[in-house]
């Protein structure tokens, strides 16, 4: 069955310190990727995703991503953390089927300290 | 920027009693979902539709029902509300079951 693992539930990091959140999918074929970002309190946003391609994705707010069909990972990362990124960060598969809904992984909670 | 829109933001129903969440989208998606977070769980899917007037079952259909009666709207049905579904519950819409724009969420408590 399809699943999204994200192994860290939460993560501290010091304000311009980089960040590297892990991403970890089960899929049959060659999957589309996404992460998205919930700030406090307000929906998911969109961030990135990645589509059949270049491994490497470029996403808003100066986050990017790596797919890697071997290690069945899609990492996030960011060089330089800035306090307005504290947030929970999801990483989610597409299915092809059943309307192309979205697996979650269950979330990383980001902390970023002065 | 795709907007979608919910009602109401947050509700506190009795066990036993009737639940409607609304979602409005104003960007003529096809694809309307309705998920539920919990907390450990990340988001689920609950119920989904590509066109009016049809639904389908997601992962964690028992206990609603949805109803799409336009393009642009997309209602969750608790008939009996339970503490169980003690949860934010969060709509998204897509045009090609692409990119989904997800609403600011519903918090429900349910007593």
């Known amino acids: 069955a399809q699943s999204v693992t994200q192994p860290d539930a939460r993560v501290t990091v010091s304000e311009g310190a980089s960040l590297q959140l892990r991403c970890k999918y089960s899929?049959?074929?060659?999957?589309?990727l996404f992460w998205y970002v919930q700030y406090p309190r307000q929906g998911l946003q969109l961030l990135l995703k990645y589509y059949p391609g270049d491994p490497v994705v470029q996403g808003v707010n100066g986050f990017e991503a790596e797919f890697s069909k071997s290690n069945s990972s899609f990492h996030l990362r960011k060089a330089s953390v800035h306090w307005s990124d504290w947030a929970v960060y999801f990483c989610?598969?597409?299915?092809?089927?059943?309307?192309?809904?979205?697996?979650f992984g269950t979330g990383t909670t980001v902390s970023v300290s002065p | 920027e795709a907007a979608v829109t919910q009602s109401p933001r947050s509700k506190v129903a009795v066990t036993g009693g009737k639940v409607t969440l609304s979602c409005h989208q104003t960007n003529n998606h096809d694809y309307m979902y309705w998920y539920r977070q919990d907390t450990g769980h990340g988001l689920r899917l609950i119920h989904y539709s590509y066109v009016a007037d049809s639904t389908e079952k997601g992962d964690i259909p028992d206990g609603y029902k949805a109803s799409r009666p336009s393009q642009e709207n997309f209602s969750l049905i608790l008939e009996l509300a339970s503490l169980s579904q003690t949860a934010v519950y969060f709509c998204a819409s897509s045009d090609t079951g692409d990119t989904q724009y997800f609403g600011p969420g519903t918090r429900l408590l349910v007593l």
């Open positions: 899929y049959f074929g060659t999957p589309y």
């Open positions: 989610a598969v597409s299915l092809y089927q059943g309307g192309r809904a979205l697996i």
